[in-house]
C-alpha cells in the first residue's frame, strides 16, 4: 500500500524536468534583475544629457538616424558576443546608459510642459503596467506565442521605414500611427520574449535583457510622445 503511495506521489516526476524548470526561473531572476539595474545608467544618462544639452545630429535627423543605428548595432554585436561573460554585462550597461543620452532630447522637450514632471511619470507607470501584464499574459498562458515572430519582425521593419520616411515627409498623422502602432507592437515584442524565457528558448539573461529593453523602451518614448502631443499644457 505504502509502495503504491509512493509510487503515485512521484509518478510524472522528472528529475531532468525539474532541473530545465529551475534553470529557466533562474534564467527569468537574473533577467528582470539585470533589467532594473539596466534603469540606472538609463536615468543617469538622460540627466546627463539633460545638463550638457546633449543633441544627436539635430542639423540633420536621417544622417543622425544612420549613425544611431551604426552605434546600436555595434553594441548589439559586442553584447552577443560577450554575453556569457562579465564583459556582456558592462556592455549592456553602456549601452542603457548611451540609450539614456537619446532620451534627454525628448524629455527636455516634455519637461518644457507644465506638467512635464507629470507626463513623465504617466509614461513611466504606463509602461509598468504594459510590461507587467505581458509579462503575466506570456508567464500563465498555456497559448504558444512563438508564431508571432516572423509578424512581428514585419511589423518591426513597418515601423522603421516609416520613421524613416517621416524624416523627410514630416507627416504628423503619420507619426501618430506609427507611435501607436509601435507601443502596440513592442507590447506584442515583451509577449514574445518573456514567454520564450519560460518556455526555455532563450536561456541567455544579458541577451533576454537586452531585448526586452529595447521593448519597455520604445514603448516609453513612444507613450511619452503621445502624452507630450496630445496633454502638454503650455
Do not use: C
Amino acid at each position: 500500500m505504502a509502495l503504491d503511495q509512493n509510487r503515485s506521489i512521484t509518478r510524472g516526476y522528472s528529475p531532468a524536468g525539474a532541473v530545465a524548470t529551475a534553470s529557466r526561473n533562474r534564467v527569468l531572476r537574473n533577467t528582470y534583475a539585470l533589467l532594473a539595474l539596466s534603469l540606472v545608467p538609463t536615468a543617469i544618462g538622460a540627466w546627463a544629457g539633460l545638463q550638457l544639452g546633449f543633441t544627436w545630429m539635430a542639423g540633420n535627423p536621417f544622417i543622425g538616424f544612420v549613425l544611431f543605428l551604426a552605434v546600436a548595432f555595434g553594441f548589439f554585436y559586442a553584447i552577443e558576443r560577450y554575453k556569457n561573460s562579465g564583459v556582456g554585462v558592462a556592455l549592456l550597461l553602456g549601452f542603457t546608459f548611451f540609450m539614456g543620452l537619446m532620451l534627454s532630447r525628448l524629455l527636455g522637450h516634455v519637461l518644457g510642459f507644465a506638467n512635464g514632471a507629470s507626463l513623465i511619470m504617466t509614461a513611466f507607470g504606463g509602461t509598468a503596467v504594459v510590461f507587467a501584464s505581458m509579462a503575466t499574459i506570456a508567464t500563465v498562458s498555456k497559448r504558444d506565442f512563438s508564431g508571432l515572430g516572423k509578424w512581428l519582425f514585419a511589423g518591426l521593419l513597418v515601423v522603421i521605414v516609416g520613421m524613416v520616411a517621416n524624416i523627410w515627409l514630416q507627416m504628423p498623422a503619420l507619426y501618430l500611427a506609427l507611435s501607436v502602432m509601435a507601443i502596440g507592437l513592442f507590447s506584442a515584442w515583451l509577449l514574445y520574449d518573456v514567454q520564450r524565457i519560460v518556455n526555455g528558448g532563450e536561456t541567455n539573461y544579458v541577451t533576454a535583457t537586452l531585448s526586452i529593453y529595447l521593448s519597455l523602451y520604445n514603448i516609453f518614448v513612444h507613450l511619452l510622445s503621445l502624452l507630450g502631443i496630445f496633454g502638454g499644457d503650455e
